[in-house]
Nanobody, 125 residues
């Protein structure tokens, strides 16, 4: 009923940049939370960045993991139900599978939470 399509992962050298995208489609009335998580081999999944909408969907609030503050920026395009993660000054420790998470409501009012399939980000020289 809700599908997420992620794109933008790949191999990049240390200090480089990547932009991840996650587009939601399907039976969606509203989206009030979009976030990116990552999981490196042997590690637990961790929250990288999140963006939530106010009740009027005009203002947003964001939060970031300390390890990415100042380097990563999360944003969204409401009309496209898409969330982005701009990643700059990438480090080898950013290497992980990145997954988006979307929380919203179906047209009939029920809440949904959906995970993307994950996209690999590898930072290596």
């Amino acid at each position: 009923q809700v599908q997420l399509v992620e794109s933008g992962g790949g191999l990049v050298q240390p200090g480089g940049s990547l932009r991840l995208s996650c587009a939601a489609s399907g039976s969606i009335l509203s989206i009030y939370g979009m976030s990116w998580y990552r999981q490196a081999p042997g590690n637990q999944r961790e929250l990288v960045a999140a963006i939530t909408s106010s009740t009027n969907y005009i203002t947003n609030s964001t939060n970031y993991a300390d390890s990415v503050k100042g380097r990563f920026t999360i944003s969204k395009a409401n009309a496209k139900n898409t969330v982005y993660l701009q990643m700059n000054s990438l480090k080898s420790e950013d290497t992980a599978v990145y997954s988006c998470n979307v929380v919203g409501n179906f047209p009939w009012g029920a809440r949904f939470e959906k995970w993307g399939q994950g996209t690999q980000v590898t930072v290596s020289s």
